[in-house]
């Protein structure tokens, strides 16, 4: 059974310092990666994909990817309170398959 | 653009009565998606259809739990009879074709509360 762990946290953060959120999975097949962003009470909402090895680049937010660690990481620099949200890692086995999510973590930014 | 919209947003019930939850994709997706989230459990996914076809139901609970998908704009997922561990909030999330299928776009949920 596919599993996709992240730590629950909550992780905190002050405003300005670099945020790492960390995802594993189990399925040595997958081939697509996504982080989602959850404020409370409300649906998450992608913030990021990734497919290769790596890393991608989109504003403050770099998803980093090491699939023979089957490894996951998002990073957001200059963390803002906008920020403080729970941030879902998902994993997609094969083409045509649905996502697996993790449980998320929680990142709390102080300001 | 109207997004996935689902209803009701909020529902409260007792042990045994039938739920329905309804859910209209957005316009143009051929994949709709049912997923379940708790505290405990996070985001599980329940079931999907492609093409108004399910594909994969194998999270469904047991078999209280049915859903249906008669047209590309409406579904449903049905709880009968319901169960006070069946509280939580259920989301649907729709996808684009020749997209993949990781790009979802989830309506706001319905949050049901079995008593």
């Known amino acids: 059974q596919k599993e996709v762990e992240q730590n629950s946290g909550p992780l905190s953060v002050p405003e300005g310092a670099i945020a790492s959120l960390n995802c594993t999975y189990s399925d040595r097949v997958s081939q697509s990666f996504f982080w989602y962003r959850q404020y409370s009470g409300k649906s998450p909402e992608l913030i990021m994909s990734?497919?290769?090895?790596g890393d991608k680049e989109d504003g403050r937010f770099t998803a980093q990817l090491n699939k023979a660690s089957q490894y996951v990481s998002l990073l957001i620099r200059d963390s803002q309170p906008s920020d403080s949200a729970t941030y879902l890692c998902?994993?997609?086995?094969?083409?045509?398959?649905?996502?697996?999510f993790g449980k998320g973590t929680t990142l709390s930014v102080s300001s | 653009d109207a997004g996935v919209i689902q209803s009701p947003r909020h529902e409260v019930t007792e042990m045994g009565q039938e739920v329905t939850l309804r859910c209209k994709p957005i316009?143009?997706?051929?994949?709709l998606f049912w997923y379940r989230q708790t505290m405990m459990r996070g985001l599980e996914l329940l079931i999907y259809f492609n093409n108004n076809v399910p594909i994969d139901d194998s999270g469904m609970p047991e078999d209280r739990f049915s859903a249906k998908m008669p047209n590309a704009s409406f579904s449903t997922l049905k709880i009968q009879p319901s169960e006070p561990r069946d509280s939580a909030v259920y989301f649907c999330a729709s996808s684009s074709p020749g997209a993949n299928t990781g790009e979802l776009f989830f309506g706001e949920g319905s949050r049901l509360t079995v008593l």
């Open positions: 990734i497919y290769s090895n």
């Open positions: 316009s143009g997706h051929d994949y």
């Open positions: 998902a994993v997609d086995g094969q083409a045509g398959t649905a996502l697996i």
